[in-house]
């Protein structure tokens, strides 16, 4: 099961931080990430980790902006985000992979959360 949290609404240029509570059998949990959906449009792959927190991918558009983070104690999965865009007014959405595959792709990943509203007002 997955729990995300910390959307909300910010400013442009501003910073959010979500984060996504993993439950259940982590122990067989190859990634989590993050992609988001704004209005009308596709699900955008924003940002991976796997879960021993050593290896992350980012999408080109946040990278250097964005950070995805894991804290381990508290099986959790964090998005720092900053600078942040009008056009990144999204739902964001942590997702759970229990197998291998392309980590950028919707179908690689299993379970999802509920999804948090970010909203960047420009």
């Known amino acids: 099961q997955l729990q995300a949290s910390g959307g909300g609404l910010v400013q442009a240029g501003g910073s959010l931080r979500l984060s996504c509570a993993a439950s259940?059998?982590?122990?067989?949990?190859?990634?989590m990430g993050w992609f988001r959906q704004a209005p009308g449009k596709e699900y955008e792959f924003v940002a991976v980790?796997?879960?021993?927190?050593?290896?992350?991918y980012y999408a080109d558009s946040v990278k250097g902006r964005f950070t995805i983070s894991r804290d381990n104690a508290k099986n959790t999965v964090d998005l720092q985000m900053n600078s942040l865009k009008p056009e990144e007014t999204a739902v964001y959405y942590c997702a759970q992979s229990r197998r291998l595959g392309n980590p950028t792709v919707r179908s690689t990943f299993d379970y999802w959360g509920q999804g948090t509203q970010v909203t960047v007002s420009s």
């Open positions: 980790i796997n879960w021993s927190g050593r290896n992350t």
């Open positions: 259940g059998r982590t122990f067989s949990i190859y990634y």
